[in-house]
């Protein structure tokens, strides 16, 4: 949707899962809840809802690729203040989202590290009010990194339980754009549909008409993306958007012709999504080993 200052929910209108039955293959479908956004009101007729999975999925081939952008959480050493640097704890439009207040960092909180890993921590205070963190590559201003093609992947084990909504995605929103922006969540997790991982790619018009985009759910074993880290990348060409699940093709669309602009990377660890977080567990971590971005090398 239009990102306009101080306007809530920029991400996605949420998305209810409901435990309805398919007839043909028994699995969870979700329904697409008429939510009014800053847009107007979205029907479920704005989304292409994918689940096909491809009989001979291919693997992306790195040695291809160039490193362009990396944050490691390997160095015992490290800083707060230099990783304040390179990351904005909000969404640089001022459109924070979810049942979790996102806060600025303050040590130990929401962001920390240890083993080598990032921990973004979602937290119950005292006032019954829960906070979390994100992580944006752009600031306010639109100062940050930002790669219009490219391959971005971060490394992470999900966090466990009803409620949880952690998410990878990217979006070209700069102060000044008139295009659309185009958004594309490598993933959503839903901690109510524990196999079941969600992706989507969205483009948001600047001139109050419908948001459009496509959307797919890839299907894994129950309880494994938070029983251990796996790789979630996602190819963005002129002509695809390939997303991966440990470097392996789960799904394609093809790109939009808005795509236009570069894109910055967001990681967050987000609660509800529409869901209730009474039953979430406190605290609930997301933990992310790396995020990393390349380019091709011959382009």
Do not use: C
């Not at 160095?75 to 001022?94: A, I, M, V």
């Not at 906070?131 to 971005?152: A, D």
């Not at 490394?155 to 102060?175: D, I």
């Amino acid at each position: 949707m239009p990102h306009v200052v101080k306007k809530k929910r920029v991400k996605r209108t949420p998305v209810r899962a409901e435990k309805t039955t398919d007839p043909k293959s028994g699995s969870l479908t979700r329904r697409l809840l008429l939510g009014a956004g800053a847009i107007g009101v979205v029907t479920a007729s704005a989304y292409s809802i994918l689940q096909a999975q491809d009989s001979n999925p291919q693997k992306i081939d790195l040695s291809k690729y160039t490193l362009t952008f990396s944050e490691e959480f390997d160095d015992p050493n490290f800083s707060l203040k230099e990783f304040s640097k390179r990351w904005y704890p909000h969404t640089p439009w001022w459109g924070d989202f979810g049942e979790a207040m996102f806060v600025d960092p303050v040590p130990g909180f929401p962001f920390f590290v240890a083993n080598g890993s990032l921990q973004i921590e979602a937290r119950k205070g005292s006032d019954g009010k829960w906070r979390s963190g994100i992580m944006s590559s752009v600031n306010h201003e639109g100062f940050g990194f930002t790669q219009q093609y490219g391959y971005f992947e971060v490394r992470a084990k999900l966090p466990p339980g009803e409620g949880t909504w952690p998410a990878f995605w990217l979006n070209s929103w700069s102060p000044t754009m008139t295009d659309p922006n185009v958004e594309i969540d490598v993933f959503e997790y839903y901690g109510q549909f524990p196999d079941a991982l969600h992706s989507t790619v969205t483009v948001w018009p600047k001139d109050g008409t419908q948001k459009r985009g496509k959307n797919n759910i890839h299907r894994v074993e129950g309880g494994t993306l938070t029983a251990d880290y796996h790789r979630y990348g996602v190819s963005v060409e002129p002509d695809w958007v390939v997303m991966y699940l440990d470097g392996v093709e789960t799904w394609r669309t093809e790109t939009p012709p808005e795509h236009k602009h570069p894109l910055m990377v967001l990681v967050d660890l987000a609660l509800g999504s529409g869901w209730s977080t009474d039953n979430t567990p406190n605290p609930s971590d997301l933990l992310v080993d790396y995020v990393r971005v390349y380019k091709r090398s011959n382009a």
